[in-house]
């Protein structure tokens, strides 16, 4: 740390310095709207350009690893340009209400400098050894793209200067814009909130919808409309009536599970849904990994077109049957991270006590199912 002079334009909303080829018509281009404040004062800054080398390496081999690769490319090329010093404080007359720099009863804190480290000391730092040691360093940090330089650079270089471990990786999410592809603004009006939506169409329904058609790691547009289509489309039809008609076959013929053993075909279809929504998962890419469960369900409704069991009797009626408890209690494994509310309802109306795991011994014979209500409703 040392202490210098500068000037520089800032931004209230990001609370950050900016360089110029930053600034977008006089703004910040993340708030365009609010006026940049030129700042001239003595403040104390931290070395990190001594770090760029380091941070560079680690980003490079993802020992420090930043998603998507996007994200790590715009790290990578801010790095390898004139890495300079950042300002840790300001001047305590132009912010009397900062934590004060111990020391100096002129300069509080920057705050950034102040709540980056908070990841830290909330898991024990400086007071309970034994505590840090069990969370730290952090699976995975998660942070909109806004913010992404202070936790890709800033803190990473903090770590690093105090001798410790930097987080495994970094999600850097996008931003949720309305259906116009517009950054939502009170000063628009096109702010939407989510408990409204919650309130019309279900948690279910949103968190669907949130987890199928917005990437989780860029920018995705929020429309209602598409919201409505999917959850009929997707929900009700695709999911829903799969879950109804199987249990009404079931239901006309005696109410439990047959005897039957899984169709190789139908298991081939999981094995690849499963291996993409774990492939998703890890990548944090959930939409793909969402789109991979409906599809294997869509595929268990060509099953049923193609077998057409009302039209069967006997032991081939009961494979197909049995097939079809068997894909619905997988579905509920798969969905439970998705839809809980609606897989605790396949898993009840299939008559299994609980969700079951992924990893669990299959339907037993003879079990009762316990038809219910449709899992959903059209809007």
């Not at 004062?41 to 680690?58: A, M, Q, V, W």
């Not at 300069?107 to 908070?118: E, F, I, K, S, T």
């Not at 959850?231 to 006309?252: C, D, M, P, Q, Y």
Request: charged fraction near 25%.
């Amino acid at each position: 740390m040392y202490k210098k002079s500068y000037t520089a334009k800032y931004c209230v909303g990001c609370e950050k310095f900016l360089l110029d080829k930053e600034i977008v018509k006089g703004c910040c281009e993340i708030h365009p709207g609010k006026k940049l404040e030129t700042i001239s004062e003595e403040n104390y800054f931290f070395k990190l350009s001594d770090y760029k080398e380091k941070l560079i390496t680690l980003i490079k081999t993802d020992k420090y690893k930043i998603q998507p690769k996007a994200a790590k490319n715009e790290i990578l090329s801010f790095l390898k340009n004139d890495l300079r010093d950042v300002s840790f404080s300001r001047e305590k007359s132009r912010l009397p209400w900062g934590v004060p720099v111990p020391g100096d009863k002129d300069q509080v804190m920057y705050v950034w400098a102040d709540a980056l480290p908070n990841y830290i000391t909330g898991v024990g730092y400086g007071s309970n050894s034994n505590k840090f040691k069990k969370w730290w360093p952090a699976q995975t940090h998660i942070i909109g793209k806004d913010i992404s330089r202070f936790h890709a650079i800033y803190w990473p270089a903090m770590l690093l200067s105090a001798g410790l471990a930097t987080p495994k990786e970094l999600l850097v999410h996008g931003f949720i814009n309305d259906e116009k592809g517009r950054k939502m603004s009170k000063s628009i009006g096109n702010v939407i909130d989510p408990f409204d939506q919650i309130n019309t169409y279900g948690l279910d329904t949103v968190r669907y919808y949130f987890l199928r058609s917005i990437p989780s790691n860029q920018d995705g547009n929020y429309s209602e409309t598409d919201l409505i289509d999917r959850h009929n489309a997707e929900l009700v039809n695709t999911l829903g009536n799969l879950l109804s008609r199987s249990l009404n076959l079931i239901e006309k013929s005696g109410g439990k599970v047959p005897a039957g053993k899984y169709d190789t075909t139908l298991k081939k279809e999981y094995n690849t849904a499963l291996k993409k929504l774990n492939e998703s998962v890890a990548n944090f890419d959930f939409h793909h990994g969402v789109a991979a469960v409906w599809k294997f369900i869509a595929k268990v409704n060509q099953y049923v077109d193609k077998t057409k069991p009302w039209t069967l009797e006997g032991k081939k009626k009961e494979k197909v049957l049995y097939n079809l408890a068997e894909s619905l209690r997988l579905i509920s494994a798969l969905t439970y991270p998705i839809i809980p509310n609606a897989s605790e309802e396949i898993a009840k109306q299939l008559g299994i006590k609980k969700v079951p795991l992924i990893k669990s011994d299959s339907i037993k014979v003879g079990t009762k199912i316990k038809k219910g209500k449709h899992l959903f409703s059209k809007k």
